[in-house]
Protein backbone atom coordinates (compact mmCIF):
# COMPACT_ATOMS: atom_id res chain seq x y z
CA UNK A 1 0.00 0.00 0.00
CA UNK A 2 2.91 2.57 0.98
CA UNK A 3 4.35 1.77 -2.16
CA UNK A 4 1.49 2.09 -4.14
CA UNK A 5 0.70 5.59 -2.40
CA UNK A 6 4.46 6.69 -3.14
CA UNK A 7 3.72 5.79 -6.71
CA UNK A 8 0.69 7.67 -7.20
CA UNK A 9 1.71 11.05 -5.26
CA UNK A 10 5.40 11.22 -7.23
CA UNK A 11 5.08 14.63 -9.41
CA UNK A 12 4.69 13.98 -13.35
CA UNK A 13 7.23 16.28 -15.45
CA UNK A 14 4.63 15.13 -18.39
CA UNK A 15 1.42 16.56 -16.27
CA UNK A 16 3.36 19.98 -15.02
CA UNK A 17 3.81 20.09 -19.39
CA UNK A 18 0.16 19.76 -19.67
CA UNK A 19 -0.46 23.08 -16.97
CA UNK A 20 1.55 25.06 -19.09
CA UNK A 21 0.07 24.33 -22.47
CA UNK A 22 -3.13 25.23 -20.30
CA UNK A 23 -2.33 28.21 -19.67
CA UNK A 24 -0.50 28.58 -22.58
CA UNK A 25 -3.70 27.99 -24.71
CA UNK A 26 -5.73 30.16 -22.35
CA UNK A 27 -3.55 33.40 -22.62
CA UNK A 28 -3.63 32.61 -26.60
CA UNK A 29 -7.28 32.99 -26.29
CA UNK A 30 -6.92 36.18 -24.85
CA UNK A 31 -4.98 37.28 -27.56
CA UNK A 32 -6.85 36.23 -30.13
CA UNK A 33 -10.08 38.03 -28.29
CA UNK A 34 -7.90 41.42 -28.40
CA UNK A 35 -7.49 41.70 -32.23
CA UNK A 36 -10.80 40.10 -33.14
CA UNK A 37 -12.51 43.14 -30.70
CA UNK A 38 -14.12 45.42 -32.70
CA UNK A 39 -12.92 48.98 -32.17
CA UNK A 40 -16.24 50.91 -32.51
CA UNK A 41 -17.62 48.66 -29.81
CA UNK A 42 -14.77 49.07 -27.71
CA UNK A 43 -14.91 52.69 -28.14
CA UNK A 44 -18.34 52.88 -27.64
CA UNK A 45 -18.30 50.85 -24.34
CA UNK A 46 -16.04 52.67 -22.98
CA UNK A 47 -18.01 55.91 -23.36
CA UNK A 48 -21.16 54.45 -21.49
CA UNK A 49 -19.28 53.91 -18.89
CA UNK A 50 -17.03 56.75 -18.66
CA UNK A 51 -20.65 58.80 -18.90
CA UNK A 52 -21.87 56.80 -16.29
CA UNK A 53 -23.58 59.27 -13.40
CA UNK A 54 -24.99 56.05 -11.51
CA UNK A 55 -23.79 52.84 -11.08
CA UNK A 56 -22.81 50.01 -13.05
CA UNK A 57 -25.15 46.63 -12.79
CA UNK A 58 -23.43 43.29 -13.68
CA UNK A 59 -25.28 39.96 -14.25
CA UNK A 60 -24.59 36.43 -15.70
CA UNK A 61 -25.70 33.04 -14.89
CA UNK A 62 -23.34 30.11 -13.76
CA UNK A 63 -19.35 30.64 -14.39
CA UNK A 64 -20.47 34.15 -16.06
CA UNK A 65 -22.49 35.20 -13.05
CA UNK A 66 -19.07 34.71 -10.87
CA UNK A 67 -17.23 36.03 -13.33
CA UNK A 68 -19.75 39.24 -13.21
CA UNK A 69 -19.62 39.25 -9.70
CA UNK A 70 -15.63 39.69 -9.89
CA UNK A 71 -16.03 42.63 -13.22
CA UNK A 72 -18.09 44.15 -10.42
CA UNK A 73 -16.16 43.94 -7.51
CA UNK A 74 -13.24 45.37 -9.71
CA UNK A 75 -15.33 48.35 -10.97
CA UNK A 76 -15.96 49.67 -7.72
CA UNK A 77 -12.56 49.11 -6.42
CA UNK A 78 -11.27 51.67 -9.17
CA UNK A 79 -14.68 53.94 -8.10
CA UNK A 80 -17.16 53.24 -10.56
CA UNK A 81 -19.89 51.90 -8.14
CA UNK A 82 -21.36 48.66 -9.25
CA UNK A 83 -22.87 45.81 -8.02
CA UNK A 84 -24.05 41.91 -8.91
CA UNK A 85 -27.47 41.26 -9.83
CA UNK A 86 -28.08 38.01 -10.06
CA UNK A 87 -31.10 37.47 -13.04
CA UNK A 88 -33.80 35.35 -10.69
CA UNK A 89 -33.48 37.32 -7.96
CA UNK A 90 -34.02 40.34 -9.97
CA UNK A 91 -37.26 38.75 -11.63
CA UNK A 92 -38.52 38.53 -7.98
CA UNK A 93 -37.83 41.91 -6.72
CA UNK A 94 -34.17 42.94 -6.47
CA UNK A 95 -34.74 44.70 -9.94
CA UNK A 96 -35.63 47.06 -7.48
CA UNK A 97 -32.27 48.38 -7.08
CA UNK A 98 -31.92 49.34 -10.86
CA UNK A 99 -32.51 52.71 -11.52
CA UNK A 100 -32.77 54.71 -14.45
CA UNK A 101 -29.29 56.41 -15.28
CA UNK A 102 -27.91 52.97 -14.58
CA UNK A 103 -25.77 50.93 -16.99
CA UNK A 104 -26.25 47.13 -17.35
CA UNK A 105 -22.96 44.69 -17.96
CA UNK A 106 -24.58 41.67 -18.92
CA UNK A 107 -22.26 38.16 -19.53
CA UNK A 108 -23.00 35.44 -21.41
CA UNK A 109 -20.99 32.91 -23.45
CA UNK A 110 -23.89 31.41 -25.76
CA UNK A 111 -25.76 34.87 -25.86
CA UNK A 112 -29.05 32.81 -25.48
CA UNK A 113 -29.00 32.74 -21.28
CA UNK A 114 -32.93 32.55 -21.09
CA UNK A 115 -32.42 34.21 -17.39
CA UNK A 116 -30.66 36.98 -18.49
CA UNK A 117 -33.43 37.39 -22.02
CA UNK A 118 -36.36 37.22 -19.57
CA UNK A 119 -34.90 39.99 -17.48
CA UNK A 120 -33.62 42.41 -20.49
CA UNK A 121 -37.23 44.22 -21.18
CA UNK A 122 -37.75 44.73 -17.48
CA UNK A 123 -33.92 46.47 -17.50
CA UNK A 124 -34.70 48.04 -20.80
CA UNK A 125 -37.73 49.88 -19.31
CA UNK A 126 -35.62 51.67 -16.53
CA UNK A 127 -33.85 53.62 -18.84
CA UNK A 128 -30.46 51.00 -18.51
CA UNK A 129 -28.02 51.28 -21.17
CA UNK A 130 -27.03 47.46 -21.88
CA UNK A 131 -23.76 46.57 -22.59
CA UNK A 132 -23.00 42.24 -23.36
CA UNK A 133 -19.89 40.94 -23.42
CA UNK A 134 -20.81 37.60 -25.31
CA UNK A 135 -19.41 34.59 -26.96
CA UNK A 136 -21.46 35.37 -30.22
CA UNK A 137 -22.04 38.97 -30.84
CA UNK A 138 -24.81 37.81 -32.98
CA UNK A 139 -27.09 36.26 -30.60
CA UNK A 140 -30.23 37.47 -29.23
CA UNK A 141 -28.47 38.91 -26.24
CA UNK A 142 -25.85 40.73 -28.30
CA UNK A 143 -28.54 42.05 -30.68
CA UNK A 144 -30.87 43.20 -28.15
CA UNK A 145 -27.32 45.42 -26.30
CA UNK A 146 -26.85 48.81 -27.07
CA UNK A 147 -23.20 47.55 -27.88
CA UNK A 148 -21.90 43.97 -27.84
CA UNK A 149 -18.50 42.90 -27.22
CA UNK A 150 -16.94 39.62 -28.52
CA UNK A 151 -15.66 37.35 -25.97
CA UNK A 152 -16.14 33.88 -28.35
CA UNK A 153 -13.39 31.49 -27.95
CA UNK A 154 -12.73 28.64 -30.92
CA UNK A 155 -12.59 26.11 -27.69
CA UNK A 156 -12.27 25.84 -24.11
CA UNK A 157 -9.03 24.32 -22.63
CA UNK A 158 -9.55 20.93 -21.09
CA UNK A 159 -11.14 17.24 -22.60
CA UNK A 160 -14.35 17.61 -24.41
CA UNK A 161 -14.57 21.08 -24.84
CA UNK A 162 -17.08 20.94 -22.26
CA UNK A 163 -15.74 23.08 -19.14
CA UNK A 164 -15.84 27.18 -19.65
CA UNK A 165 -12.22 27.66 -19.04
CA UNK A 166 -11.16 29.97 -21.60
CA UNK A 167 -14.24 31.81 -22.19
CA UNK A 168 -14.44 32.97 -18.53
CA UNK A 169 -11.02 33.87 -18.98
CA UNK A 170 -11.41 35.87 -21.81
CA UNK A 171 -14.91 38.06 -20.37
CA UNK A 172 -12.65 38.27 -17.72
CA UNK A 173 -10.28 40.03 -19.20
CA UNK A 174 -12.28 42.30 -21.14
CA UNK A 175 -14.07 43.15 -17.84
CA UNK A 176 -10.57 43.76 -16.23
CA UNK A 177 -9.30 46.07 -19.59
CA UNK A 178 -12.83 47.98 -19.29
CA UNK A 179 -12.05 48.47 -15.56
CA UNK A 180 -8.03 49.87 -16.42
CA UNK A 181 -9.21 51.73 -19.33
CA UNK A 182 -12.26 53.46 -17.47
CA UNK A 183 -9.85 54.82 -14.78
CA UNK A 184 -7.36 56.02 -17.33
CA UNK A 185 -10.05 58.07 -19.03
CA UNK A 186 -11.22 59.54 -15.62
CA UNK A 187 -7.67 60.03 -14.38
CA UNK A 188 -8.11 58.04 -11.06
CA UNK A 189 -5.17 58.49 -9.31
CA UNK A 190 -2.87 56.36 -6.89
CA UNK A 191 -4.82 58.47 -3.50
CA UNK A 192 -8.37 57.94 -5.40
CA UNK A 193 -7.70 54.09 -5.63
CA UNK A 194 -6.55 53.97 -1.97
CA UNK A 195 -9.65 55.34 -0.69
CA UNK A 196 -11.32 52.49 -1.38
CA UNK A 197 -8.59 50.29 -0.28
CA UNK A 198 -7.49 51.33 3.09
CA UNK A 199 -7.00 47.65 4.43
CA UNK A 200 -4.92 47.45 1.79
CA UNK A 201 -0.54 48.10 1.25
CA UNK A 202 -1.31 50.70 -1.52
CA UNK A 203 -4.23 52.22 0.78
CA UNK A 204 -2.46 52.16 3.85
CA UNK A 205 0.62 53.99 2.20
CA UNK A 206 -1.65 56.68 1.08
CA UNK A 207 -4.09 57.39 3.85
CA UNK A 208 -2.61 56.68 6.73
CA UNK A 209 -0.51 59.58 8.88
CA UNK A 210 1.66 59.85 11.64
CA UNK A 211 -0.88 61.50 14.02
CA UNK A 212 -2.75 58.30 13.40
CA UNK A 213 -0.40 55.59 14.28
CA UNK A 214 1.95 57.77 17.16
CA UNK A 215 1.39 57.60 21.10
CA UNK A 216 -0.26 60.76 21.98
CA UNK A 217 1.75 62.76 23.93
CA UNK A 218 -0.41 62.25 27.17
CA UNK A 219 1.25 58.62 27.77
CA UNK A 220 4.32 60.14 27.72
CA UNK A 221 5.41 62.67 30.07
CA UNK A 222 8.70 64.76 29.66
CA UNK A 223 11.50 64.68 32.14
CA UNK A 224 14.30 67.23 33.57
CA UNK A 225 17.38 67.15 31.84
CA UNK A 226 18.36 67.25 35.44
CA UNK A 227 16.65 64.23 36.02
CA UNK A 228 18.17 61.16 37.67
CA UNK A 229 19.25 57.69 35.91
CA UNK A 230 17.27 56.27 38.55
CA UNK A 231 13.78 58.14 37.66
CA UNK A 232 14.33 57.58 34.33
CA UNK A 233 14.83 54.56 34.39
CA UNK A 234 11.57 54.25 36.20
CA UNK A 235 9.67 56.54 33.97
CA UNK A 236 10.20 54.54 30.75
CA UNK A 237 9.27 51.29 32.86
CA UNK A 238 5.99 53.13 33.63
CA UNK A 239 5.48 54.90 30.15
CA UNK A 240 5.97 51.27 28.62
CA UNK A 241 6.55 52.71 25.05
CA UNK A 242 10.80 52.72 25.09
CA UNK A 243 11.33 55.84 25.26
CA UNK A 244 10.79 58.90 26.95
CA UNK A 245 11.43 62.48 26.07
CA UNK A 246 13.42 65.40 28.03
CA UNK A 247 12.12 69.23 28.08
CA UNK A 248 13.04 71.71 31.14
CA UNK A 249 10.17 74.64 31.69
CA UNK A 250 13.40 76.99 30.51
CA UNK A 251 13.71 75.45 27.77
CA UNK A 252 12.33 77.79 24.25
CA UNK A 253 12.85 74.31 22.35
CA UNK A 254 9.76 72.27 21.78
CA UNK A 255 12.07 69.45 22.89
CA UNK A 256 15.28 68.80 24.29
CA UNK A 257 16.05 65.33 23.89
CA UNK A 258 14.70 61.91 23.96
CA UNK A 259 15.79 58.68 25.50
CA UNK A 260 15.47 55.32 24.08
CA UNK A 261 15.89 52.03 25.95
CA UNK A 262 18.97 51.79 23.72
CA UNK A 263 20.17 55.19 25.27
CA UNK A 264 20.24 53.33 28.72
CA UNK A 265 22.35 50.74 27.95
CA UNK A 266 24.75 52.49 26.10
CA UNK A 267 24.92 55.03 28.88
CA UNK A 268 25.37 51.99 31.54
CA UNK A 269 27.98 50.76 28.90
CA UNK A 270 29.77 53.88 28.75
CA UNK A 271 30.19 54.91 32.56
CA UNK A 272 31.16 53.01 35.19
CA UNK A 273 29.02 51.37 37.31
CA UNK A 274 30.26 53.57 40.48
CA UNK A 275 29.31 56.82 38.30
CA UNK A 276 25.97 55.56 37.80
CA UNK A 277 24.22 57.29 40.74
CA UNK A 278 25.39 60.94 39.53
CA UNK A 279 24.13 60.60 35.67
CA UNK A 280 21.26 62.56 34.33
CA UNK A 281 18.70 62.68 31.70
CA UNK A 282 21.11 65.20 30.26
CA UNK A 283 23.90 62.86 30.33
CA UNK A 284 22.04 59.74 28.73
CA UNK A 285 19.93 61.64 26.17
CA UNK A 286 19.91 61.96 22.66
CA UNK A 287 19.91 65.68 22.02
CA UNK A 288 17.92 67.73 19.59
CA UNK A 289 16.39 64.03 18.36
CA UNK A 290 14.99 64.27 14.66
CA UNK A 291 11.52 64.86 14.57
CA UNK A 292 8.75 64.21 12.38
CA UNK A 293 5.14 66.40 11.48
CA UNK A 294 2.30 64.78 12.42
CA UNK A 295 0.60 65.67 9.20
CA UNK A 296 3.27 63.72 7.29
CA UNK A 297 2.12 60.16 5.72
CA UNK A 298 3.07 57.57 8.21
CA UNK A 299 5.41 55.76 4.90
CA UNK A 300 7.53 59.01 4.91
CA UNK A 301 8.56 58.51 8.81
CA UNK A 302 10.57 55.28 7.93
CA UNK A 303 12.94 57.60 5.78
CA UNK A 304 13.34 59.49 8.66
CA UNK A 305 13.97 56.48 10.23
CA UNK A 306 17.06 55.02 8.04
CA UNK A 307 20.15 54.79 9.71
CA UNK A 308 22.21 57.70 10.35
CA UNK A 309 25.47 57.58 11.85
CA UNK A 310 25.20 53.91 12.38
CA UNK A 311 22.47 54.07 14.94
CA UNK A 312 19.45 52.60 14.24
CA UNK A 313 16.22 55.35 14.69
CA UNK A 314 13.33 53.37 15.60
CA UNK A 315 11.25 56.25 17.19
CA UNK A 316 10.26 59.71 16.33
CA UNK A 317 8.92 62.07 18.22
CA UNK A 318 6.31 63.67 16.85
CA UNK A 319 5.63 67.92 16.51
CA UNK A 320 3.11 69.54 15.59
CA UNK A 321 2.13 73.32 15.59
CA UNK A 322 4.82 75.63 16.06
CA UNK A 323 6.67 72.66 17.26
CA UNK A 324 4.56 71.30 19.86
CA UNK A 325 5.68 67.54 20.67
CA UNK A 326 2.00 65.71 19.96
CA UNK A 327 2.96 62.42 20.44
CA UNK A 328 6.09 59.59 19.90
CA UNK A 329 5.85 57.28 16.47
CA UNK A 330 7.74 53.99 16.57
CA UNK A 331 8.88 51.64 13.93
CA UNK A 332 6.78 48.82 15.82
CA UNK A 333 3.70 51.09 15.25
CA UNK A 334 4.85 50.87 11.09
CA UNK A 335 5.09 47.37 11.37
CA UNK A 336 1.72 46.81 13.23
CA UNK A 337 0.10 49.03 10.66
CA UNK A 338 1.37 46.74 7.96
CA UNK A 339 3.25 49.36 6.17
CA UNK A 340 6.64 47.32 6.39
CA UNK A 341 6.76 43.84 6.84
CA UNK A 342 9.91 43.38 9.84
CA UNK A 343 11.54 45.83 11.79
CA UNK A 344 15.71 46.40 12.18
CA UNK A 345 17.47 46.26 15.00
CA UNK A 346 18.22 49.24 17.16
CA UNK A 347 16.85 51.26 19.79
Known amino acids: MRVALSVMTKPNASHNHDVVDALLDEARAITTAANRLDTAAIDRALSILVGCSSKVVVSGVGKSGIVARKIAATLSSV ?19 VAEGDVVLLLSNSGETQELLTVLPHLRRRGTQIISIVGNVSSSLGRMSDVALDASVEAEVGPHNIVPTSSTTVAMAIGDALATV ?30 DLMVPIERVAPVQ ?6 EVIDEITKVGIGAIWVRDASSSKGIDGIITDGDLRRALKAHAPATWAGLRASDIMTKDPITIDEGVLAIHAIERMERNNKKAITLLPVVGDGGKVTGILRLHDLVQAGLITQSTSGD
Open 79 to 97: GLVSLYLNPLDALHGDLGV
Open 182 to 211: WMQRRQVSADDFATNHPGGQLGKRLTLFVR
Open 225 to 230: SSTSLV
